[in-house]
């Protein structure tokens, strides 16, 4: 079993919610997530904050960030356990943040050291 990343990129910003519709969003995370840990699958993941730094010029400049479009903001991270990349493209496809035409789910492989 191989392990693969969901970076969650885009999707209506939390704060845009009302209560009752944030408790219902939430619900629907928790239904898929509570899903993929019946079958095993999910291996972590939460939401991240938005704000944050970046480090550059070779670890000597700091700035807040980050500094992207909305779309394309990581917004948080589910790592699952897979067969391989067609598996983890196909549990992808419940992800509630698709009820959003301008999220994207990322995939990647994560890759032993």
């Known amino acids: ?3 693969f990343m969901y970076l969650l990129r885009g999707g ?3 704060d845009t919610y009302s209560p009752e519709e944030m408790e219902a969003h939430m619900g629907e995370w928790k239904s898929w997530m509570g899903g993929l840990a019946e079958q095993e699958k999910l291996a972590g993941g939460l ?3 938005k704000d944050g730094k970046r480090v550059t010029g070779g670890g000597s400049v700091t700035h807040d960030g980050p500094f992207a479009e909305g779309k394309e903001v990581v917004g948080g ?3 699952v356990n897979a067969a391989n990349m067609d598996e983890a493209i196909e549990l992808s496809k419940g992800c509630p943040i698709h009820q959003s035409n301008e999220a994207v789910v990322e995939i990647r ?5």
């Not at 492989?109 to 050291?113: K, R």
């Open 109 to 113: 492989e994560i890759m032993s050291m």
């Open 47 to 49: 939401p991240l904050s």
């Open 12 to 14: 209506k910003p939390m």
């Open 77 to 79: 991270y589910i790592i």
């Open 1 to 3: 079993m191989k392990q």
